[in-house]
């Protein structure tokens, strides 16, 4: 077994500890903070979305595959959306903005930085200065985040149009183009 507090550790792998015992100097165990796990989630996301999505355009081209990635990522993110209605309907909460806040803006809190700038029961303004999804797409390059703006220009209203189509979600600003998200929910 490891003991990570010493400065010699012994371990003996379990069917060659007589013949190899192996010395390890100076073992440093950290756990990765929880920010950093939610980048390495959304940055797996984004290559996962950036290189399904570059095949589509290859392959379609540049005007019908940006089409199709829009249609799909529309019905995958309302898809969500009404999975989360249900799940809500089936624990007995209402899905009100408020709740879905409640339940989700912790996950948000750790690895995102900004937050809700404008809460009136018709109007909510939220603004992002970091967002792990939009930092992944950048770090990528340039095609990457443009291909990544296809899915943030449509998911937060398309999941929306599924949880509680009396909200509308706009996009008024974007990572890629004003260095800032900036979200606009209002209420029909």
Not at 147 to 162: H, L, P, R
Request: glycine letters at 6%; one cysteine or more.
């Amino acid at each position: 077994m490891i003991d990570a507090t010493t400065k010699d550790v012994y371990y003996y792998p379990n069917c060659f500890h007589k013949f190899f015992p192996l010395t390890l100097r100076k073992l440093v165990m950290s756990q990765p903070s929880r920010r950093e796990i939610m980048d390495g989630f959304e940055a797996a996301r984004a290559r996962t979305f950036y290189f399904m999505a570059k095949a589509l355009i290859d392959e379609l081209g540049e005007e019908r595959g940006r089409e199709v990635i829009r249609e799909t990522v529309r019905e995958m993110s309302k898809s969500s959306g009404l999975a989360t209605k249900q799940r809500y309907e089936e624990e007995g909460k209402e899905n009100t903005w408020e709740n879905h806040r409640a339940e989700n803006g912790p996950v948000y809190s750790v690895a995102w930085i900004g937050g809700t700038t404008k809460n009136e029961p018709d109007h909510k303004i939220i603004e992002y200065t970091y967002c792990p999804l939009g930092a992944a797409f950048t770090r990528m390059g340039k095609e990457a985040e443009e291909i990544g703006d296809i899915y943030c220009s449509v998911t937060d209203d398309a999941f929306w149009s599924g949880f509680n189509p009396d909200w509308r979600v706009t996009r008024e600003k974007s990572f890629s183009q004003d260095g800032v998200c900036r979200l606009v929910w209002r209420r029909d």
